[in-house]
């Protein structure tokens, strides 16, 4: 389990604030890696030792997994129990059913007696409300992490609709603060949405944001940096297929590295110059 201020800590000592995001596509990972018993594994494995000093997190992605049925999940399981323990493990998963349901979805990604697999923060959705989050509250110490205003273009289908607490993703965000505190809830954000973190700002001053969508989706780490970072920095920037496809070839994991080291020097310029450093 990692504490708000672990992950503050964390971020001070590495002088960044990246997630790697483990998104593992069988048809994408180096050929020579097929010949070994768990081809999902060994790649993230190779990934994670390149690159595990120069992040705070790792997101595997759920559908990368769940695609491949019972194999799939074996590889998901040994990714994380193959992660460092003292680094936040984040399982996107972004689950969203009746509390009946999200019992067993808690279960699945976060009790390691259960599952196998004890994740230290899980995305959810929070279309169904109140009773589908709670039961993820129940896992002390384990985060849960809202989709608030998503990097998608479908994002302003229902996400900005106007409702009488403000837009969609305001109200999202306002209500879910009454459910628990910012040492137990983050919202994703997208890169790709960078204006609106002032917005943003005002209503979850503290909370972490999970921020995917530079790299491949185009996102501005600058214009993220500022208008969403605080004094605790208060970001999570997730990178995948940028940096785990960085090269297909038998350097892949040295090319991952060159393209962790390339974003953590810009965030650690940035967290320079909010004067965290
Ligand atoms: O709004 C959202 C929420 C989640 N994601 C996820 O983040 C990564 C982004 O991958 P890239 O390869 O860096 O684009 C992926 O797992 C998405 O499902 C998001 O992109 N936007």
Do not use: H
């Not at 990714?79 to 003292?86: F, G, M, Q």
């Not at 929070?126 to 998608?152: E, Q, R």
Request: aromatic content about 10%; proline content about 4%; hydrophobic content about 40%.
């Amino acid at each position: 389990m990692i504490s708000r201020q672990q992950l503050i800590d964390q971020i001070k000592q590495k002088r960044s604030f990246l997630c790697v995001g483990l998104d593992t596509d069988i048809n994408k990972i180096p050929q020579f890696l097929l010949d070994y018993p768990d081809p999902v594994f060994e790649f993230n494995k190779r990934i994670i030792d390149a690159t595990k000093d120069l992040c705070v997190a790792y997101k595997p992605n759920s559908a990368f997994y769940e695609c491949m049925g019972v194999k799939g999940l074996q590889s998901l399981v040994a990714t994380w129990e193959y992660l460092p323990k003292d680094i936040l493990s984040i399982i996107d998963a972004k689950r969203g059913d009746i509390g009946n349901t999200s019992d067993k979805y808690a279960q699945a990604f976060l009790d390691e007696k259960s599952s196998g697999m004890s994740f230290d923060a899980i995305t959810v959705t929070p279309y169904m409300g109140n009773d589908s989050i709670t039961p993820y509250l129940k896992y002390d110490g384990k985060w849960i992490i809202i989709l608030a205003l998503t990097s998608s273009i479908g994002s302003k289908d229902f996400q900005y609709l106007e409702t009488n607490e403000g837009l969609l993703y305001e109200t999202v965000i306002k209500k879910a603060n009454t459910w628990a505190g910012a040492d137990r809830l983050m919202y994703v954000v997208g890169a790709t949405k960078s204006t609106e973190f002032t917005a943003i700002r005002q209503y979850a001053p503290d909370n972490f944001l999970l921020v995917p969508g530079v790299g491949a989706q185009g996102g501005s780490l600058a214009d993220v940096c500022k208008y969403g970072i605080t004094k605790d920095c208060g970001l999570i920037v997730n990178a995948s297929r940028s940096i785990i496809y960085a090269s297909n070839g038998p350097d892949f994991a040295e090319a991952a590295r060159a393209e962790a080291l390339s974003i953590q020097q810009q965030m650690e310029a940035e967290l320079e110059k909010a004067g965290i450093l």
